[in-house]
């Protein structure tokens, strides 16, 4: 099975170098979606100006040693010089029996797999999730999910802030309400009351504020009391946060979280390392390095500070071991860090870093996926009305709510109801984010999200269990319609064409990092499947042959959807 546009790119760029020479079969085949046909390549208008022709003439040469033989219709020239493809109805039918017989749908695994570090999420000890880290959570899981489905070895890394001077504070904390006291809350999950707490109490009384200093430096010097202490709040925030991922779906295992505290033993030899490369210096009493290319409004070069002028270390310290633990120890090949874009300076210099200290080499690279913003109606930071940032875990239950209204109707039994409403509620809010490109901001609408129309996570659940009641009606497993595929119209047409863009979705996402290409390949795949329902009948086909045809383009659509919401971790329930 191969994507039409590779198949029709191929066959310009040979006509590119049959016509003008070896060296233009490089060119930009420039495939494109067209309105008076399948697609249309505007390979032409670029080579103009370099060729000295008219388009046109330029256009009129490729096709005469264009070879569409079995796969397009003679091809035409129309307007400034674009080239019409209309691919031939036998050739798209055989394609998609193709991909309908195919284990894994026509998608391959990448040519070279790579090892890949994906870090994303940002959880912390003692405090809980809140709306801004939906994003990074669900899109790098779903980044997670597409790279391993293309053969890619993939290392999840949520890196846990649970080290640092906030520690001190928080067992100060816990030994002045009492251990059961402590255990109660945080089993309650009231993390944030028990920060503020303890944030408060380390603000008002420099007394509390002096034994929490203290009590970093017995934690981070291995004291085992202080240690103990510290397992307790990791511990019941592990418990926290697993529940949260387990009912969002994500695919994150406590034994995925990357703590500030493993990385904590190798602070000292990446600094004395980074010191004898001569790339980390002493400034005002604190080790400091300087990647090129990053000064303040002064001119003057910006540091990282690898260790305090008390001896300290910051986060600083931290991404600089991570980043060289994953290049050098795990030797991944790739980075990816989904993270917000108020760490983009941060993540590079942390990424030149790497580079001058010789760990980040050219056989690797590192990138960050910029993650943007959830914001309110007017445009700001999705906050509550006292202005705090609004709980993951309040976002969830809310939505589900919300889908238990829209569905109430349909349902008799209490308990399938809870169940569907708990998988279009998580669905429509992760959909909802997905759909977005990573980078762009979105408002957060549940009426949208929840919406059994439009460019939503119901409307795709939606179309995989209209598409389930037509092989139940017909006795059948979507699994047995295996007959080869016929195209006796319009939307039999589209809709196969569009299931044929399956591979490249994924590799799209695979290579930018932006799953919303994904997200709005499979709403094009169900609006198409919607046109094809309603146009062409398939249980009461006239002709035995078109059922069985059209039946096995129901299940094709079907796998290609159920594929694509798993990889970008929808739940997708069997009925709606």
Known sequence: MADPRDVLAQRVSAALGAAFG?????????????????YQSNAALPLAKKLGRAPRDIAAEIIRHLDLDGVAEPPE?????????????????????????????????ADQAKLVVVDYSGPNVAKELHVGHLRATVVGDAVVRILEHLGH??????????WGTPFGMLIEHALDIGEDATRKQ?????????????????????????????????????????RRLWQVLVSASMEYLMAIYQRLGVTLTEADMAPESFYNPMLADVDAELEAAGIAVISDGALCAFPAGF?????????????????????????????????????????IYVVGSEQSQHLQMIFELAREAGWLTDGASAEHAVIG????????????????????????DEAVERAGRVIADRYDDPGQRDQIAEAV???????GDLSVARDSSYIFDYDRMLALTGNTGPYLQYATARIRSIFRRAGLEPAVATTPIQITGDAERALALHLLGF????????????????????????????????QCPVLQAADPSIRESRLALSALTLRVLLTGLDLLGIPVPERM
């Open 373 to 396: 913003l959830v914001t309110g109606a007017d445009g700001k930071r999705l906050k509550t009305r006292t202005g705090e940032q609004v709980k993951l875990a309040t976002l969830i």
């Open 503 to 534: 591979g490249t979705a994924l590799y799209q996402v695979a290579e930018t990092t932006q799953p919303h290409l994904l997200a709005g390949f499979l709403f094009d795949v169900a609006s198409a499947f919607t046109t094809f329902y309603e």
């Open 22 to 38: 070896p060296e233009y079969e490089a060119a930009d085949p420039v495939i494109r979606p067209s309105s008076f046909a399948d």
């Open 295 to 335: 000064t303040g409004r002064d001119g003057a070069p910006l540091p990282l500070m690898l260790r305090k002028s008390d001896g300290g270390y910051g986060y600083d310290t931290t991404d600089a071991a991570a980043i060289r633990y994953r290049l050098v120890d795990l030797h991944a090949r790739r980075l």
């Open 425 to 431: 509620g998580v669905g429509a809010l992760k959909y």
């Open 186 to 226: 945080l089993a309650s999950g009231e993390f944030t009351a028990f920060y503020q707490s303890a944030r408060a109490e380390f603000d008002r009384e420099p007394g509390f504020a002096d034994r929490a200093r203290r009590r970093v430096a017995l934690l981070q010097g291995g004291e085992p009391e202080s």
């Open 77 to 109: 020239v129309s307007g400034p010089g674009f080239i019409n493809l209309r691919l031939l109805p036998g050739w798209i039918a055989a394609e998609a029996t193709s991909e309908l017989l195919h284990p894994r749908l026509g998608v391959e695994p």
């Open 153 to 162: 070895t993939v290392v999840r890394a949520a890196h846990l802030g649970d």
